[in-house]
């Protein structure tokens, strides 16, 4: 079984609710969770590179993604990622020409809120990861789509080929 | 977008529970919401074959499966099954040569009663369904085999390539 | 704050899907996962009496469920029972007249499947528990009956004032 | 069976995921679902007064909750507010001495993301809310305190009685 590395990095996926203080807030992730529930039978390693919302991402977040990706052993990789900003991390990794097959995917709702869409996605993205070949691709809604030709559409949060 | 057909048969997927006799039955099929909820924009068409546990499964139930994946026009297919004898589904597919991508999913845990694991497979086999070549495949657990060379072990409930 | 002490006898409320044999089982009670979800602050003691099936309860069951509610230390009591036989229990615990406030209650989905009414009817039986006088009650869908003055509507499922 | 009133006023009950634009708001009340869902038997009129996060309750807003408490026909009363000013709004009601009985309830997770406390909460104000003389309450964590002579921890998030 080809070995898979998931990277994580923040987004909608481990958002939570901080009961004490009633907002959204980030703390562990929830990806070994998930695959437990899903039964998961894949070969599958989980780091987290870092818990932000990807508004928040900076071009250093984005240079310590590409050379994680680089680095690992891994030549199959799945990054759960925050929806807003995903397409700009997308082209990034498409620019740097790493000769591995990336899938970005990342949740509308948050999984701890019972996200459908998360385990739905995280499903998606870990069997295009497997069989796709080397390149960058964002995982939403079923649908795969060239990292370096995607985009969110912020009107109705649907991914979509960009022109 | 090439459009994929979802055929259900019933198994754990759509087990519900009774709450007047205190027992599992089948009343619809919950892939419509399920797609909902994971926000699916596939071109996705659902037809509902029968609704039965795949251990009540007859030669003529099989024979309708493969003749429902001849009959329809498109060429990529998922189909919801019981776990119990999908291998077997998957074998009388693999027989008819029909020249389509079908790939066979399942749950171990009723959708109803909260499946994490119908949700991820379900994003699985949608998702190998459009990448992969013609052919008859099983996608459980992240895992996708061959539906000639796949067989569930009985003990532990995992499905793992047949000798 | 008066103690409470919780009786679990099985039913519904702690009913499991037995994923590798596809049906309904017992496992252990989820009566301390419930609390904890609730954030409960009452001081609880659960032990579980049995687990069983309600339509299985045997008079010598039920003689254990008076005889553990008469030696407990506590004066207020809630009993987690299967639906289908609640009314018999509460009868025989009536007929005991113990000088405590006993309450039965139970739920028609199993927590495990997201049950909801498990946990409003748990809510329920722990407060009538606190404030009604001694006597033995049934709490169900928010309602509160005399325990020797109640029956379940097998048709409907629905609990009502027996003639 | 005597009616009861649930007013609605906002609260962590009722917040939910804005997926567009990754934050908590408030749309309708979830307490028909949750009632429906606990498949409560109990004669319960919902009204919603407003749609506030307690800690942006006004004193024209708590006037209102006091006057729809003493104008509506009904002598029991729930009423679903945020955890943060409940304790206020109590001792408000308090002071109007209106001859009924209130029991104010709320939740520590909302409600659309799987709130089990929510439920419980739920469950147990309406049962208490039947049974209490007329007074003012607060109905938290399985607990029920005096109006007049509770306070939330803020820390801990926890209602106790005030000194």
Same mark, same amino acid.
């Given at each position: &079984?080809?070995?898979?590395?998931?990277?994580?990095?923040? /987004?909608?996926?481990?958002? @939570?609710?901080? @009961?004490?203080?009633? +907002? =959204?807030?980030?703390?562990?992730?929830?990806?070994?969770?998930?695959?437990?529930?899903? +039964?998961?039978? =894949?070969?599958?390693?989980? %780091?987290?590179? &870092?818990?932000?919302?990807?508004?928040?991402?900076?071009?250093?977040?984005? #240079?310590?993604?590409? @050379? %994680?990706?680089?680095?690992?052993?891994?030549?199959?990789?799945?990054?759960?990622?925050?929806?807003? *900003?995903?397409? $700009? *991390?997308?082209?990034? =990794? !498409?620019?740097?020409? =790493?000769?591995?097959?990336?899938?970005?995917?990342? #949740?509308?709702?948050?999984? !701890?809120?019972?996200?459908?869409?998360?385990?739905?996605?995280? /499903?998606?993205?870990?069997?295009? !990861?497997?069989?796709?070949?080397?390149?960058?691709?964002?995982?939403?809604? /079923?649908?795969?789509?060239?990292?370096?030709?995607? +985009?969110?559409?912020? *009107?109705? /949060?649907?991914? $979509?080929?960009?022109?």
């Amino acid at each position: &079984m080809t070995p898979i590395r998931v990277f994580v990095t923040g /987004g909608t996926f481990d958002k @939570e609710y901080d @009961e004490i203080h009633g +907002r =959204l807030f980030f703390k562990d992730t929830h990806l070994h969770e998930m695959l437990r529930l899903a +039964r998961c039978r =894949l070969s599958v390693d989980v %780091s987290t590179l &870092m818990m932000v919302d990807s508004l928040d991402m900076t071009d250093a977040d984005r #240079a310590r993604i590409v @050379e %994680s990706c680089r680095a690992c052993a891994e030549t199959r990789i799945v990054i759960t990622h925050g929806t807003d *900003t995903m397409s $700009e *991390t997308a082209r990034a =990794l !498409a620019g740097a020409r =790493l000769g591995k097959s990336i899938v970005l995917t990342g #949740a509308m709702i948050p999984y !701890a809120f019972g996200s459908s869409d998360g385990l739905f996605n995280l /499903g998606s993205a870990l069997s295009f !990861a497997q069989v796709l070949p080397p390149g960058v691709y964002v995982a939403m809604n /079923g649908r795969v789509f060239a990292g370096s030709r995607v +985009r969110k559409d912020r *009107t109705t /949060g649907v991914f $979509e080929e960009a022109p």
